[in-house]
């Protein structure tokens, strides 16, 4: 999704403040996998399933404005055989080709107003879904921020940024925390008991990170 690319982008380059630098002169790094914060975060789930309900209802009602324009299209086609019927009489005929030209110009208003139904529709559900996606990014940049405060970091690099060609911008980071798990565990805290994920495994307090070439394991 692009709108968590580009905040991830933000979040690679981010130093949040906390103390300059330790008295050894060793800089206190941590890292975070913001895509799957945002992947995992009961909101994110929500807020989906909400987005689904209402796309549901605009396909429903396009439907059925697509079932109303099928009916007047099985007129215009029934009046078009007694148009070709030679055994009607041509006065006949004329009343039909009338209202056959009335219906065919309200079939091509309804079908107009219905795609622009679904274009007005679709644009309003993206912006809501955008505004959604971003609230729930600003939650986690500052459950981020406040945990680097907190646990006094240096830096907070977001490990799944990647670059124009798709490459992570941290192929390895040395002695830095993962502070992921802890974040993750924060955030579903008051989660519904249906949408709350599996809790087993998840460390009390942040692991370092193992990520990265040439460590032997």
């Known amino acids: 999704m692009t709108i968590i690319r580009r905040i991830s982008a933000l979040f690679a380059a981010l130093a949040l403040c906390g103390s300059a630098v330790a008295q050894e002169g060793k800089l206190k790094i941590a890292t975070v996998d913001m895509q799957q914060l945002f992947k995992e975060y009961f ?23 697509l079932g109303s324009i099928r009916e007047l299209d099985t007129q215009l086609q029934n009046m078009r055989k007694q148009l070709e019927d030679p055994t009607i009489a041509q006065s006949k005929k004329e009343a039909v080709y009338n209202e056959w030209n009335v219906k065919q110009q309200e079939g091509i208003a309804l079908d107009r107003e219905r795609r622009e139904f679904l274009t007005r529709r679709n644009q309003l559900l993206n912006e809501k879904m955008v505004q959604r996606m971003k609230g729930i990014l600003e939650e986690i940049r500052k459950l981020v921020e406040e945990k680097a405060k907190a646990e006094d970091y240096d830096y907070v690099f977001d490990k799944s940024g990647l670059s124009t060609s798709q490459v992570p911008f941290f192929l390895y980071t040395k002695d830095a925390t993962d502070i992921t798990a802890v974040l993750l565990k924060e955030l579903n805290k008051d989660a519904p008991a249906e949408s709350k994920p599996a809790t087993e495994g998840i460390p009390t307090s942040e692991t370092p990170a193992t990520e990265g070439a040439g460590d032997g394991k």
Do not use: H
């Open 43 to 65: 909101r994110t789930g929500e807020a989906q399933k909400e987005i689904n309900v209402e796309r549901a209802l605009i396909q429903k009602q396009n439907s059925d404005r």
